[in-house]
Nanobody
Framework: QVQLVESGGGLVQPGGSLRLSCTAS????????MSWYRQAPGKERELVAS????????TYAESVKGRFTISGDNAKNTVYLQMDSLKPEDTAVYYC????????????WGQGTQVTVSS
């Protein structure tokens, strides 16, 4: 019973910050690659950031480099997305994804959390 539960979304002003959390259960967290995706109205879902729990290597979309930071806490089975210097174009539903890259190769998605950047 794999579950991914996102939290931390909300309304923030341009230039502000939010921290998203994704708490995972039902699988071995250390075997996964964890990612944040986002989808804005009328646009395709896009990869924002990824982290390999083993080793901690990270990847970022060019649009968020220098502003967003992904991190993982193996003890808490949680991945975070720290978002700073937020822009209106960051407005989207943000989804947590777990990819079982070291086991069966399956992927799982959270329900999403809304981030709105507006004055």
């Amino acid at each position: 019973q794999v579950q991914l539960v996102e939290s931390g979304g909300g309304l923030v002003q341009p230039g502000g910050s939010l921290r998203l959390s994704c708490t995972a259960s039902g699988f071995t967290f250390s075997r996964a690659a964890m990612s944040w995706y986002r989808q804005a109205p009328g646009k395709e879902r896009e990869l924002v950031a990824s982290i390999m729990i083993v080793g901690g290597g990270t990847t970022y979309a060019e649009s968020v480099k220098g502003r967003f930071t992904i991190s993982g806490d193996n003890a808490k089975n949680t991945v975070y997305l720290q978002m700073d210097s937020l822009k209106p174009e960051d407005t989207a539903v943000y989804y947590c994804k777990a990819a079982m890259v070291l086991s069966n190769g399956r992927s799982y998605w959270g329900q999403g959390t809304q981030v709105t950047v507006s004055s």
